[in-house]
């Protein structure tokens, strides 16, 4: 092992014992233990299943469904083999650990510009990944029907309808299984007000959970916490998540130290904190970052 690999291993591993001298005792607050996690941004992250195996997640969110808007759909899970990833997912939900598929990214294959583009991305979603069935529409998963959808959205325009496709799918908020719901969750930037095609679908008062992403982003670097609050207030009935990177090399990482000591305990103060949110799961097998911060969830 390298010199410097076998310095940030010995470094995770001495925090880890720190951890578990203090008792696991995390800040005082509301804490809820729960964790997720995007995966399906590098082949060389491991199976859905085996993140599912690991113990660290209480849900998983697979990405992107990158390209949707014009009558054309494209799943990118960056190189991962489609075959066997119907039963990792009901290997997943047999663990207890929900699935969901987010939808946007990072690339400009998407759009909603208007309110019959909503209701198409609404009946490809339920035909394709839940518990509808249509005659020329691909299951990418076989009969395996995901937990949620996941709002990801790095761009857009007024015109865009994401609110239209969030109660079209609460219309439809049951899985399949006894008592089983349709996590509808989104994952902005720290930014309060979100961009307005975002606000009216949140405004909707229907999304279970918000992610609040508190990294790669300069001004949510140092006014996080103010964000933060804004979110939460507006929001009394969502739950909210602090999106963290897994990665050191992302602008607005956290050491975990800061998590135990600033992240936590200012989050939990909030009566609608949900967990953690973690990118990626790719990052994380690198780091081991979950191994050591769930504990302050």
Known sequence: MALASWIRAASVAALAALVCLAGLAAAAGNKTGQVTVFW???????????????GLYTMVIMSFLDVYGHGRYHLDLSGHPLAGVGDDIKHCQYKGVPVSLSVGGFGSGYSLPSEQAALDLFDHLWNAYFGGRKPGVHRPFGDAWLDGVDLFLERGTAADRYDVLALELAKHNIRGGPGKPLHLTATPRCAFPPAGYLKRAVDTGIFERVHVRIYDDPDCEAYWHLRWD?????????RFYVGMTASEMTHGWVHPKNVYYDVAPSAQKADNYGGFMIWDRY?????????IVKYYA
């Open 40 to 54: 399906g941004r590098n082949k060389d992250e491991g199976t859905l299943r085996e993140a599912c195996d690991s």
């Open 230 to 238: 804004e979110w939460t207030a507006a929001y009394p009935a969502t």
């Open 283 to 291: 990052y994380d097998k690198l780091t081991n970052y979950t191994s």
